[in-house]
């Protein structure tokens, strides 16, 4: 599970969890052999209603799990190889905002709009690293800022918990990829049951910073992490610790 920046794609674009093929069978298989997809996600930001940060990042890591959970992304659908050839290799993810005819050119592009309170957030399927569709490529992928005006409440109870690391200052967009990487190594603790009891529901999360007594506790705990290599705005280190995984078993059949 690392980080990388990518030409091109400054600041926002994250390398998350390692690949399928390379989970599976271990650190022989070089997931860089592969070819390499990034998963492209862009944030509506309208300058006079941007929504709150918290808000965002909860919405990015739900939109990873609508296209993980959709039809086209399995079997024989359409988008279903570009899927399995972007988590076999090194798991990217790049984060843009768009507003006013930006937002509804990207709308025009195959993909799936994931609203939140105020947020929204259109994830769209997997694209080789140097494949991006125009409309997307000339969107910006830096200086992505959000704020919560007001602190966020505590997480629900009966849903798996993203927390972040308190230690950490990264843009918005950038805290958005993290988030998807952390949804999606919560994704693949899950059975197929669990899986679709967790869609039906609606995904339902949170993402939430810690606090450090709890990050230090987090960090012990056995728990899967997100760790980013250090390419841009951070130094190498965990990122996102994905807690209560077990709330989804939980959740009715």
Do not use: C, Y
Not at 12 to 18: C, F, M, R, T, W
Not at 72 to 87: F, K, L, T, Y
Not at 131 to 141: E, S
Not at 215 to 228: F, K, N, Y
């Amino acid at each position: 599970m690392t980080s990388t920046e990518t030409a091109g794609q400054p600041g926002n674009d994250s390398e998350g969890p390692v690949g399928r093929a390379d989970r599976e069978a271990g650190a022989e298989t070089d997931p860089d052999a592969a070819p390499q997809f990034v998963l492209p996600l862009v944030a509506r930001i309208e300058r006079a209603e941007p929504p709150a940060r918290t808000d965002a990042l909860e919405t990015a890591a739900r939109a990873v799990l609508v296209l993980l959970s959709d039809e086209r992304s399995a079997g024989d659908g359409e988008w279903a190889a570009a899927v399995r050839d972007w988590q076999d290799a090194r798991i990217r993810k790049v984060v843009r905002r768009a507003r006013g005819a930006e937002w509804r050119r990207a709308e025009a592009l195959p993909g799936i709009t994931v609203s939140g309170h105020r947020a929204e957030v259109r994830v769209f399927p997997p694209v080789p690293l140097d494949g991006w569709p125009k409309d997307l490529a000339r969107l910006q992928v830096s200086g992505t800022e959000l704020d919560d005006p007001e602190p966020p409440g505590a997480p629900a109870e009966d849903a798996p918990v993203l927390w972040l690391n308190p230690d950490l200052e990264m843009s918005a967009g950038k805290e958005m990829a993290q988030a998807g990487h952390a949804a999606q190594l919560a994704w693949w603790e899950l059975s197929e049951e669990e899986r679709a009891a967790w869609h039906a529901a609606g995904f339902p999360l949170s993402v939430r910073s810690a606090g450090r007594a709890q990050w230090e506790e987090l960090t012990r705990s056995g728990l899967p992490m997100v760790h980013d290599a250090g390419f841009t705005e951070i130094a190498p280190g965990i990122t996102f610790a994905v807690d209560g995984v077990d709330r989804v078993r939980a959740l009715p059949r």
